[in-house]
């Protein structure tokens, strides 16, 4: 009888061209199957919560999968662990009902973007933030955040290989805080597109840097033109922190790799 399996996988995403399984790229989907056919002996093809970009990291990323094989929850999670690269690691593993899907039961997806301000670039934490050297406004920042908020066609901040139906999507917030050097920004939305929270980042640090104003964003949103806005800015320190879901499926919503960010 096939049982439903569910997964929180963790990931650094710099060796990666994103999640998605492809023929000749490396990928975390194609590493993680890679590490659940050794351990279960049989292949098994995982769907996931939401695809990460090239560079992007997980924290909670939620996969689910079908399968004949019979196996303790913490047998998966370490048994895979055996087989899988060191920047990749399953954190928890349940067996949910088989109404769960980790796509579309999702309610909606977080991310958050560590930024470093600092007169000179990262080095030990190169590729795990982003980096700007001019000051930021906090104040400033928060006004443009709370102009996106709510439900908007996000054409503006969506990426020309986005594949998604729709553009309209609902942003339930954006908090942003500072931790000595390091800023961090937290979106929490009903779904995101192609490149969205990299597109709005170079926006808000544009109106954080005082180079735009927020009548500007205000117009860049109305616009709906891609090329109105600021460049696409970099993937590093751009981690999906996870979707979340109905209390009833009982996912876990928080892995001990989240405790890493500030």
């Given at each position: 009888m096939s049982q439903r399996?569910?997964?929180?996988?963790?990931?650094?995403?710099?060796?990666?061209?994103?999640w998605q399984s492809q023929s000749s790229l490396k990928t975390v989907q194609d590493a993680l199957e890679a590490g659940l056919k050794q351990f279960a002996a049989c292949d098994l093809r995982t769907v996931c919560a939401g695809r990460t970009d090239s560079g992007v990291h997980g924290l909670n990323q939620v996969v689910h999968f079908d399968t004949d094989v019979l196996r303790?929850?913490?047998?998966w999670v370490r048994g895979t662990n055996r087989y899988l690269p060191s920047d990749i690691a399953v954190q928890w593993c349940l067996f949910p009902s088989g109404q769960f899907h980790?796509?579309?039961?999702?309610q909606g997806r977080r991310y958050a973007f560590l930024l470093l301000e600092s007169a000179v670039r990262p080095a030990i934490e190169a590729?795990?933030?982003?980096?700007?050297f001019r000051p930021l406004d906090l104040e400033a920042m928060r006004a443009a955040a709370a102009m996106l908020l709510g439900e908007h066609d996000f054409s503006a901040f969506r990426s020309s290989q986005c594949?998604?139906?729709?553009?309209?999507?609902?942003?339930?917030?954006?908090?942003?805080?500072?931790?000595?050097?390091y800023w961090r920004f937290d979106f929490d939305a009903s779904a995101f597109l192609?490149?969205?929270?990299?597109?709005?980042?170079?926006c808000l640090i544009a109106v954080g840097n005082g180079s735009?104003?927020?009548d500007w964003l205000a117009a860049v949103l109305a616009a709906r033109d891609r090329k109105l806005a600021a460049p696409t800015f970099p993937p590093d320190g751009l981690y999906f922190v996870g979707p979340y879901y109905?209390?009833?499926?009982?996912?876990?919503d928080h892995t001990a790799a989240m405790d890493w960010l500030p």
């Open positions: 399996v569910a997964l929180g996988v963790s990931y650094r995403g710099q060796a990666y061209h994103g303790e929850p913490m047998s980790a796509r579309f039961s999702a590729r795990a933030c982003g980096w700007v594949q998604a139906l729709s553009p309209v999507k609902t942003m339930r917030s954006i908090e942003i805080s500072r931790h000595g050097a192609h490149h969205m929270v990299r597109n709005l980042m170079g735009r104003d927020l109905d209390a009833m499926h009982q996912i876990p």
